[in-house]
Nanobody
Framework: QVQLVESGGGLVQPGGSLRLSCAASGRIYRINDMGWYRQAPGKEREYVATITRGGSTNYADSVKGRFTISRDNAKNTVYLQMASLKPEDTAVYYC??????????????????WGQGTQVTVSS
């Protein structure tokens, strides 16, 4: 019923910046919390950042001061601005959204949705 499409991944040098986007579409009544997670080769998926519908944010200690999460409720989109990138930031980044699906005027139920993932590689 809902799809999350990610964009913005790619190859960047250490110290560089990258901006990820994740847009939700489909039968959406309201989007509650949204967030970003990442998974490096051979490791478990880990938490990066979250943002509530009202704009309250939270970050993993490893990215505080370097990453900024934001959202545009009118566009059903969440962003992750990444700066001062390090090789250890290399991973597949996944967006997540807690979504109440339904029509614009009538809610039907709530579920968590995941994006397909976008590769971020930090290397010289």
């Amino acid at each position: 019923q809902v799809q999350l499409v990610e964009s913005g991944g790619g190859l960047v040098q250490p110290g560089g910046s990258l901006r990820l986007s994740c847009a939700a579409s489909g039968r959406i009544y309201r989007i509650n919390d949204m967030g970003w997670y990442r998974q490096a080769p051979g490791k478990e998926r880990e938490y990066v950042a979250t943002i509530t519908r009202g704009g309250s944010t939270n970050y993993a200690d490893s990215v505080k001061g370097r990453f900024t999460i934001s959202r545009d409720n009118a566009k059903n989109t969440v962003y992750l601005q990444m700066a001062s990138l390090k090789p250890e930031d290399t991973a597949v980044y996944y967006c997540k959204a807690d979504i109440v699906h339904g029509t614009t005027w009538w809610p039907e139920g709530e579920s968590s949705y995941w994006g397909q993932g976008t590769q971020v590689t930090v290397s010289s």
